[in-house]
C-alpha cells in the first residue's frame, strides 16, 4: 500500500466549478498535512496546511481533514484556468521532518 | 519567490562528469533538505541537514554526496552519475527541529539534470 495515495487524474472541471482533490494516508500518526500546487516545469508551491479534524479556508481553496477516516481532501471554488497544475498532497507526524509525498493529481481548468 | 535559489536551473552531464548543485536560503531557517522528483514518482527525500548536520541519508547512492557548510547554504555533489539519475532535484527548508512549530517545507525552483 502507498503511504500516500492520490489519483493521478487528470482531473477535467469547467471553468467556475468546484474541484475535488482527495488523498489518503497509511500512517495512523500523521499530524501535519499539506497541499502544494506544482505547475508543469515547475518546483512545488504551498497551498494550504491542516493539522486538525474538519475545514479550513483560505480564499478559493478549503483544505478538509478527516483523521479517522485517513483522508484529506482540497476544495477549489470557482476555479479558473490559472489553477490547472498538478496537486500533490504531503504528510508528515508532528515534530518530524520526513515528508511523504504522493504522486500528485494533475488538475485541467477548461475554460 | 520563496526565499530559496538553486543554481543551475539546467544541467547536462556526462557519465564520467563531476558537478555540483548549489542551493542558498533566505529565510533564516535552520533545515535544509533534497529531494529527486521523476517522472510519475512521488517525490524522494534524499537528504535532511538541521543545523549543518546531516540527519538522514534516505539510501541514496555514493554518487550523490552532499555538503552543508552552514545553515544557509547546501550543495549536491555529483559524481559518475547514471541515466536513470536524470531528474528535477529540488532543495527545501524549513525552521528545523525545536523551533516549536509544524515543519513546512519551502522549496526552490529545481535544477533539471540530465544524464547522457
Known amino acids: 500500500q502507498k503511504e500516500v495515495e492520490q489519483n493521478s487524474g487528470p482531473l477535467s472541471v469547467p471553468e467556475g466549478a468546484i474541484a475535488s482533490l482527495n488523498c489518503t494516508y497509511s500512517d495512523r500518526g500523521s499530524q501535519s498535512f499539506f497541499w502544494y500546487r506544482q505547475y508543469s516545469g515547475k518546483s512545488p508551491e504551498l497551498i494550504m496546511s491542516i493539522y486538525s479534524n474538519g475545514d479550513k479556508e483560505d480564499g478559493r481553496f478549503t483544505a478538509q481533514l478527516n483523521k479517522a477516516s485517513q483522508y484529506v481532501s482540497l476544495l477549489i471554488r470557482d476555479s479558473q484556468p490559472s489553477d490547472s497544475a498538478t496537486y500533490l498532497c504531503?504528510?508528515?507526524?508532528?515534530?518530524?521532518?520526513?515528508?511523504?509525498f504522493g504522486t500528485g493529481t494533475k488538475l485541467q481548468v477548461i475554460p | 519567490e520563496t526565499g530559496v535559489t538553486q543554481t543551475p536551473r539546467h544541467l547536462v552531464m556526462g557519465m564520467t562528469n563531476k558537478k555540483s548543485l548549489k542551493c542558498e536560503q533566505h529565510l533564516g531557517h535552520n533545515a535544509m533538505y533534497w529531494y529527486k522528483q521523476s517522472a510519475k514518482k512521488p517525490l524522494e527525500l534524499m537528504f535532511v541537514y538541521n543545523f549543518k548536520e546531516q540527519t538522514e541519508n534516505n539510501s541514496v547512492p555514493s554518487r550523490f554526496s552532499p555538503e552543508c557548510p552552514n545553515s544557509s547554504h547546501l550543495f549536491l555533489h555529483l559524481h559518475t552519475l547514471q541515466p536513470e539519475d536524470s531528474a528535477l532535484y529540488l532543495c527545501a527548508s524549513s525552521q528545523g527541529p525545536g523551533a516549536g512549530v509544524v515543519e513546512t517545507q519551502y522549496f526552490g525552483p529545481g535544477t533539471r539534470l540530465l544524464v547522457l
Open positions: 504531503a504528510v508528515n507526524m508532528m515534530g518530524y521532518q520526513k515528508v511523504t
